[in-house]
C-alpha cells in the first residue's frame, strides 16, 4: 500500500514531505498526472486498492485550466474524503480539494509570492496536526488563485493578510495547505527562477532570497514539525513499513 502523490509540475515535488513520509514508513506513489504517458506521465487511479492516503501538490496550473486530469484528480480526491482516507493537499492541491468538495476558487486581485506571515486562529491553536506551530509564522507562498469559499462542513485553522484561506480542514482526515511547507532552500531558489506570479505581486527573485535569508531558519523548523505531525497523527500507522 502506498501515499499517491500527484505531482504537476518538475519544481513541485514533495520535497520534504517526501523526506519525512518515507523516514515514517511509507512509500510514496508519484503520479506526474501533468505529463502524457509518453513522457512519463501516469493517469489518476481508476480505484482505491492499496491507497493509505492522498497527497495533491502545487503546481502551475489554474481550477477551470483546459485538462481532463484537474476533473479527474478532484473527483479521485472527492472519493478519497468520502472514504475516510488521509487527503492533504499543497496551494493547488489545497485548492483542489477545496473545489472537489463544494467550496469556491477564484484569482487573487494580487498573487502572494514569497514570505508572509501567517496566523493560526483559535480553533487551529488547539488542532492537534498543529501541535507546536508558532501562531505567527513566515511561510512561503506563491498563488494567484485562493480559495474564496471553503466547502460545507469545513473549519478555518489559519490565515494571511492577504489570503483568508491558508489551512482548513474538512472532516477528520482531510486538511488544506495553501503555503508551501514541503519546500527546502533550493525547492524555493526554483520556484523563483522564471516565476510568472513575481512581477505581478512586484518582486524580483533578490527580494525573495532577501526574505528567505531572514526567515528560512524559523520556517524549515516549523515545516519540519509539521510534516511529522501529518506523518504520525494524520497517516495510517498500521501501513507503515
Request: net charge neutral; charged share 20%; aromatic share 6%.
Amino acid at each position: 500500500m502506498a501515499l499517491v502523490v500527484f505531482q504537476h509540475g518538475d519544481h513541485v515535488s514533495p520535497g520534504r514531505f517526501g523526506v519525512t513520509f518515507r523516514d515514517h514508513g511509507f512509500s510514496l506513489d508519484i503520479r506526474r498526472v501533468d505529463l502524457p504517458a509518453s513522457a512519463g506521465g501516469q493517469p489518476v487511479p481508476k480505484d482505491y486498492d492499496n491507497v493509505d492516503g492522498v497527497l495533491s501538490l502545487g503546481g502551475e496550473q489554474n481550477i477551470g485550466d483546459p485538462h481532463d486530469w484537474l476533473d479527474q484528480e478532484m473527483a479521485f480526491i472527492k472519493g478519497a474524503h468520502e472514504r475516510n482516507l488521509p487527503v492533504i493537499g499543497i496551494c493547488l492541491g489545497s485548492q483542489l480539494i477545496a473545489q472537489a468538495l463544494g467550496g469556491k476558487v477564484e484569482p487573487m486581485q494580487t498573487p502572494e509570492v514569497g514570505f508572509h506571515t501567517v496566523s493560526i486562529n483559535p480553533t487551529g491553536q488547539v488542532d492537534p496536526l498543529l501541535a507546536g506551530i508558532a501562531w505567527n509564522s513566515p511561510q512561503f507562498c506563491s498563488h494567484g488563485y485562493e480559495i474564496k469559499q471553503l466547502p460545507p462542513g469545513a473549519t478555518l485553522l489559519a490565515s494571511s493578510k492577504a489570503c483568508k484561506v491558508q489551512i482548513f480542514r474538512a472532516g477528520l482526515r482531510t486538511i488544506g495547505i495553501q503555503f508551501h511547507p514541503e519546500c527546502d532552500r533550493a525547492m524555493i531558489d526554483r520556484f523563483c527562477s522564471g516565476c510568472t506570479l513575481m512581477s505581478r505581486a512586484g518582486l524580483t527573485a533578490s527580494d525573495v532570497a532577501a526574505q528567505a535569508q531572514k526567515h528560512y531558519e524559523m520556517f524549515a523548523r516549523l515545516a519540519d514539525r509539521l510534516c511529522v505531525n501529518l506523518a504520525t497523527l494524520l497517516l495510517p500507522s498500521q501501513s507503515r513499513r
